[in-house]
């Protein structure tokens, strides 16, 4: 079978997202969310070819869920359940290819996926739509569960993902930043101190 | 909505960043925790008193902050890349 050079990049990039994830992603939309992620974090250049769109869950692309489903049908990811919250892997040689990509990256590329993906890989799936609602609203605005997801309420409970320790020299480094803090060195943000208008 | 206040190490960091879409989604975040400090997945940094939470941004990026409800602020106390920071 002749792969497109379209198809081939998508399949690569669903081949880094299982083999990045100790394979197994939970669900459709958290897939999506993933894929979604690495092309506005790290993969620019796939945002044309993936043409993701406003949805009711957030971002969606119809070539990915086609190319997703393709993928599927030739028995490289498989359902590890079909229940409502369906749970997916890939089989050894499709993660196989995966790894082969991921090596072929440049360093700071395997760095910006291994940290994306282990970032919202402590995430459950509320906390992504909710990082992606607020961090890219044009993709919230047809979301059905927005106003739950971003109400203060919701937020305040949701989004706690627990304590994180910092050895000693972060720890002192902050310490002397809110030090000079009290010292004066702080002023009001205005975001017009850093943008600049645009036509 | 909280006022914004934010350190000169973080001012500088945003002065000096040379990716205008970052530095525009970063900006979106800091309006964001304006509205609702508490509206991204955030870590709360053990054993740090006044307490303070990090959250990640696009591209890797990390922001602390803190929120003083009593004095009706938060203070953007570091932004930087993922290498910059320990976690």
């Known amino acids: 079978m002749t792969t497109s050079p379209n198809l081939k990049e998508v399949k690569e990039l669903i081949a880094l997202v299982f083999q990045q994830s100790d394979n197994v992603i939970d669900g459709n939309i958290r897939f999506t969310k993933l894929i979604f ?23 969606n692309s119809v070539p990915m869920v086609k190319i997703f489903n ?20 890939a089989e050894e040689e499709f993660l196989k290819y995966g790894e082969e990509i991921y090596k072929r990256l440049p360093k700071d590329a395997q760095e910006e996926v291994s940290i994306l ?13 909710i990082y992606i609602y607020n961090m890219y609203p044009e993709y919230a605005v047809n979301g059905r569960r927005k106003n739950e997801l971003m ?37 009001d943000y205005n975001s ?4 600049i208008k645009e036509d | 909505m909280l006022d914004i206040k934010i350190s000169e190490n973080a001012k500088s960091f945003l002065e000096e960043l040379d990716d205008y879409e970052l530095l525009k989604k ?14 991204f997945p955030s870590k709360k ?39 910059k920071f320990y976690d």
């Open chain 1, 37 to 59: 992620l690495l092309t506005h974090e790290v993969f620019p250049e796939m945002q044309e070819l993936l043409k993701f769109y406003p949805d009711n869950y957030g971002p």
């Open chain 1, 70 to 89: 393709n993928l599927i049908d030739e028995d490289l990811i498989y359902w590890l359940d079909a229940g409502k919250d369906s749970h997916y892997a």
């Open chain 1, 117 to 129: 993906l282990h970032d919202i890989n402590e995430w459950t799936t509320d906390q992504v739509l």
């Open chain 1, 151 to 187: 109400s203060p309420q919701m937020s305040s409970v949701a989004n706690n993902l627990g304590k994180l320790t910092l050895p000693e020299e972060e720890i002192q480094e902050l310490n002397d930043i809110i030090l000079e803090v009290e010292q004066g060195k702080v002023s």
């Open chain 1, 192 to 195: 017009s101190d850093f943008l």
């Open chain 2, 26 to 39: 970063i900006d979106n975040a800091i309006l964001t925790l304006g509205r609702n400090p508490k509206a």
């Open chain 2, 45 to 83: 940094i053990a054993n740090h008193n006044p307490t303070l939470y990090r959250i990640r941004l696009p591209k890797s990026h990390r922001l602390t902050y803190q929120i003083n409800y009593k004095k009706n602020y938060i203070l953007i106390v570091k932004i930087g890349s993922r290498d």
